[in-house]
């Protein structure tokens, strides 16, 4: 089974105390879900279409464990403390064998 990357790009950020919120219990759900953090920040450069924004790179070693990370009590948890507090894009790809 090939490893998955969770990619998260923010689009906008509404709140910043709501994402606070959802860093604090976000992290520690990842983690636990057996996600390893491989980038977290704004691009170095983008290119093409690319957008400069704010992107969180989490590989897992599934992409069916990253669902069952998403869809934990825990990271459910981090996604209602976050609501409304911004626009995200969360994508699971799967590597490439």
């Known amino acids: 089974m090939p490893k998955a990357y969770w990619i998260n790009a923010v689009r906008s950020v509404r709140d910043a105390d709501r994402v606070a919120a959802y860093v604090e219990l976000a992290g520690p759900a990842i983690l636990e879900g057996g996600g390893r ?55 699971i790809v799967e590597a490439v064998e």
């Open 37 to 91: 953090f491989l980038s977290r920040g704004m691009p170095a450069r983008v290119f093409e279409a690319g957008v400069d924004q704010r992107t969180v790179i989490i590989e897992f070693p599934s992409a069916d464990q990253a669902v069952a990370t998403y869809e934990s009590p825990a990271y459910q948890r981090a996604l209602e403390a976050l609501g409304d507090g911004a626009e995200r894009d969360l994508r």
